[in-house]
DNA sequence: TCCGCCATAGTGGTCTGACCACCTGGCCGG
DNA sequence: CCGGCCAGGTGGTCAGACCACTATGGCGGA
């Protein structure tokens, strides 16, 4: 009956793509629901566990997402859901993959802080200037870590690229930036931080994108040539 | 007995994180074989069917390889291994999302290019005029498409930084291009691609960082405007 | 002695069927 | 009419069996 698959991989290697290819097609669409594991396993004629196995795939990549005792979704498929394994490349990433990914997020943020500058509304720098606020008035690593992330993924956001955002996101992954501040902060570079943040603010508030690029290739670029030295060391 | 896990999420999930830290905190290296699946599932006190869907979904991460008949093992954990994911990105992405996967691959690529362009060898020059030279000598769309990705590819690689051509390699996968030129093509881009790689090159052989970004952006920013002229058609 | 074949043990891959935990929606009683 | 209860359906987990493949070491022949 089912001539579709002529014996190629695994059956959950098969399966996985074959719910990739159904949708691609468009045969489901975001957050539509799928039939059910064992429906889905018959179709496919494969066993339950293999199927699971499939679906287990395909969650951990953000396409699909099981809710117990309900079913099984279509994520949106927006760059957050798909990107979001992003953080596990940083997570695990080490020595001179570090500073890869950091030279990545240097040319990624500098060129979004420009395009803020240019587009940023001032509902969106109020929001800025909170964290900027906010980051200056504690001396709790934890909480200052908290407001620099945030600082950064509004001013991604005010850029209008939701896909880049989410690819800056990955990149300054919470366990991620923690490795990397642990041992940078010993060098007094709060103050250092802090005085990098007020002058991407300033451009921002001035809406001079050349200003906020350099201004942002400096701040990330700091740290990339601290991390330079600690591997060269 | 077992303290380790206090019932959180899945046990699939679980064990998913555990094995993550194992290989973060280097209990496991890259390349290094794991227990079978019987004894994994055994040391986190889960079923087989759990420990198999947690492998799974790690192998479909990049993070393990499993062989048949052999074992399981940690990959290199290389940028190749993980950004494959990348791939399945630009696979997925439709409508708004693609403009903005080429928007990010036009900053990273003109990046790319003036790296390059700067540090290229006579050995990687050749390879990439190699490449030139094969992609004007036919008319095959298939084998245009497939040196124009090795063009490409030769050019980040020479940027130095594996990284950044892993995450360009992911948005230039074949289907991602595939689907973009079956429209493109049609207006006769044949001869201005072969133009704008010509500049490319031309910039590569001076060593001029500058002219090199500026053409590889064209290059891509070429695609992407043509891109965003059919989403507002 | 050495080479090559092959039996075999061990591994991942698949299947089956059962049970548990959870959510949902409808039914029933207030 | 409303609220709580309950049953059916769903994903989550488990156990055990068998298959497909690989690697290894021993055996036989050259």
């Known amino acids: 009956m089912d001539e579709t698959a002529p014996q190629k991989g695994t059956v959950t290697q098969r399966a996985i793509e074959q719910i990739k290819a159904m949708i691609g097609e468009g045969r489901l669409e975001p957050g539509q629901r799928l039939p059910t594991e064992r429906d889905l396993a018959v179709q496919l004629g494969i066993s339950r566990s293999s199927m699971r196995e499939a ?3 395909l969650t951990v990549l953000g396409v699909l997402e099981a809710r117990h005792g309900s079913g099984i979704y279509v994520t949106q498929l927006e ?3 798909l990107l979001e394994t992003f953080g596990v490349v940083a997570d695990l990433s080490r020595g001179p993959r ?10 990624l943020e500098s060129t979004a802080t420009a395009l803020a500058a240019a ?4 509902d969106q720098l109020a929001e800025v200037e909170k964290h900027l606020t906010a980051m200056n008035a504690t001396e709790d690593p934890e909480e200052i870590l908290a407001h620099d992330l945030a600082f950064h993924r509004e001013i991604a956001g005010a850029a209008g ?30 103050a250092r931080t802090r005085r990098e943040h007020t002058a ?12 906020a690029r350099a201004a942002a290739a400096a701040h990330v670029g700091e740290v990339e040539q601290w991390l330079r030295a600690q591997l060269g060391a």
Do not use: C, K
Request: charged share 30%; proline share 3%; net charge neutral.
């Open 55 to 57: 679906i287990r795939a």
């Open 119 to 122: 587009r940023i509304t001032p």
């Open 161 to 190: 690229n939701e896909t880049m955002a989410a690819i800056l996101d990955g990149l300054s992954s919470r366990t991620f930036r923690a490795r990397v501040w642990r041992g940078y902060q010993e060098e007094g570079a709060f």
């Open 79 to 81: 760059a957050g859901d």
């Open 98 to 107: 570090l500073v890869e990914l950091l030279e990545v997020r240097r040319i």
């Open 200 to 211: 991407i603010h300033r451009a921002l508030v001035a809406h001079d994108p050349e200003a």
